[in-house]
Each structure stands twice: as structure tokens, then as C-alpha cells.
């Protein structure tokens, strides 16, 4: 485990990043404040320091990547996070989402189906700082239906189909953001429970995420 630390050159770079982040097109506050609280080098290899806050996606190992900060920002703004909300993640990856989510003050319950990177994360020391976070080693396909219902499910990988599961565990009155397969990219849909039980889904632009598997690995 690296030992990471935070500077000064670190907090500027955050700053810029965030900037650029609003410049695209984020203007929820409070999305942009959680960005700029958390140190994204941490949660890269040493070798990615220099670059670590560019607007890009980078590997994380286990042919996965930690997503671009943009698309971090533009699938929590559309979950409208408030504090103590459950929040599910499929996707754990680098934990960087998690994080991002922890900072929205959520109750994080994320899922990683590769074993590397959950005992990965299992070790990170900087995760200490977030209590609020709890991780699991599973199928996100199947949800976590002990702990559910969630006000709030976030897919951070691309879905082949709107896992039923997961619309399943969703509260009256919850929302899920999920990238859907749509040709080799997906689009970013919003499916709302009523608080009658009914589903509503919106539409949003395309994005790449890394696919959505079943089972564990
Ligand atoms: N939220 C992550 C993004 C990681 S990329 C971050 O902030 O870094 C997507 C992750 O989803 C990968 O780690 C991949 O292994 C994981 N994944 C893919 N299918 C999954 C599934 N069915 N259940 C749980 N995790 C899954």
C-alpha cells in the first residue's frame, strides 16, 4: 500500500479539476464541493500522480478503471444524494464513487464483484476516514436485499438491461442512475419508483463504462 499524501500542489490541481468539471456543465454545489474533497491520487499507482487530475479514466488493475471525474460528477448529480440516504453502488472499482458519495454524507453500501480489488479496498487505509462506507463482495446483478430497500442505486458499469433486482430494491419514492447498453455505448437513464410503486425512466446523454458482468469473479 502506497503512502499517499495531500499537498498544497495536489489541492490546486483539485481545484482545476473541479473547474473543469463545472465548465462542462455540473452546477450542483454540493457535488462539486465532494470532488473537490477527495484526493484522487489516492487512489491511483504512484505512476499516475502527475496526471491524476486530468478529466480522464485511468486502469485501477483487473482490467477495470477508475471513471472519469466528469462522469462521477454528472451520475451524482442526477441522484440527488441527501444526507443519510442508503445509497447502492454496483461497481466499488477504486472506491473513488464511494467516496464521492460518503461525502454527500449517504450510507454507502458498494459492490465489487472481483475479488482483487475488494481485498483491495478491504485494505486502503484512506477508506478509514469514511465509516459510512460498507463494502460487499458479490453480484451487483442480485442487489443487497438485506440491507435494501435503497433510497438511491448508482451502476457504475454498463448495463446490459435495467436489472429487475435492483428496481426491486429500490424505496417508493427512490432512484436509480444507471448507463444502459445502447450499441457499443450507453445511455445514462434515470428510473424513478413513485411513491405508488409506478416506474418512471428518463433519458440522458451517452457514455463508455467498462461492462457489467454476472456472477463473481
Ligand atoms: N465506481 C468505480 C468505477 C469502477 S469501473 C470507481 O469509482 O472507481 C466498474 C466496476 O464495476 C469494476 O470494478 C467492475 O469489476 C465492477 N462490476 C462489473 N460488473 C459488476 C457486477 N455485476 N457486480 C459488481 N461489480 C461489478
Known amino acids: ?13 483539485r481545484k482545476a479539476l473541479v473547474d473543469t468539471v ?5 452546477t450542483d454545489e454540493k457535488v462539486l464541493s465532494a470532488l473537490n474533497a477527495v484526493p484522487r491520487h489516492f487512489f491511483l499507482d504512484s505512476a499516475f500522480d502527475k ?4 478529466d480522464r ?12 471525474p466528469y462522469t462521477v460528477a454528472y451520475q451524482t448529480q442526477l441522484l440527488q444524494v441527501q444526507p443519510f440516504h442508503r445509497v447502492l453502488e454496483i461497481g466499488t472499482g477504486s472506491a473513488y464513487q464511494a467516496c464521492i458519495l460518503a461525502e454527500l454524507k449517504a450510507l454507502v453500501f458498494t459492490i465489487e464483484r472481483q475479488k482483487p480489488l475488494f481485498d483491495h479496498n478491504k485494505s486502503f487505509s484512506f477508506l478509514k476516514r469514511y465509516p459510512a462506507i460498507h ?7 442480485l442487489g443487497l436485499p438485506t440491507y435494501g430497500p435503497f433510497d438511491r442505486i448508482i451502476v457504475t458499469a454498463a448495463a446490459p438491461l435495467i436489472p429487475e433486482k435492483l428496481v426491486e ?9 444507471i448507463p444502459v447498453d445502447e450499441g ?5 437513464m434515470r428510473i424513478k419508483k413513485t411513491p405508488e410503486g409506478t416506474i418512471e425512466t428518463e ?5 463508455s463504462f467498462v461492462p457489467m458482468l454476472e456472477g463473481r469473479n
Do not use: C, H, N
Not at 496526471?51 to 486530468?54: F, G, P, R, T
Open 1 to 13: 500500500m502506497r503512502l499517499a499524501e495531500d499537498s498544497y500542489k495536489y489541492k490546486g490541481l
Open 22 to 26: 463545472r465548465s462542462k456543465g455540473i
Open 51 to 54: 496526471v491524476a487530475y486530468e
Open 57 to 68: 479514466a485511468f486502469p485501477i488493475g483487473e482490467d477495470q478503471t477508475i471513471s472519469q
Open 135 to 141: 463494502l460487499f463482495y458479490g453480484d451487483g446483478f
Open 169 to 177: 430494491q429500490l424505496k417508493p419514492g427512490g432512484m436509480m442512475v
Open 184 to 188: 457499443d455505448k450507453q445511455r445514462m
Open 203 to 207: 433519458r440522458f446523454t451517452i457514455f
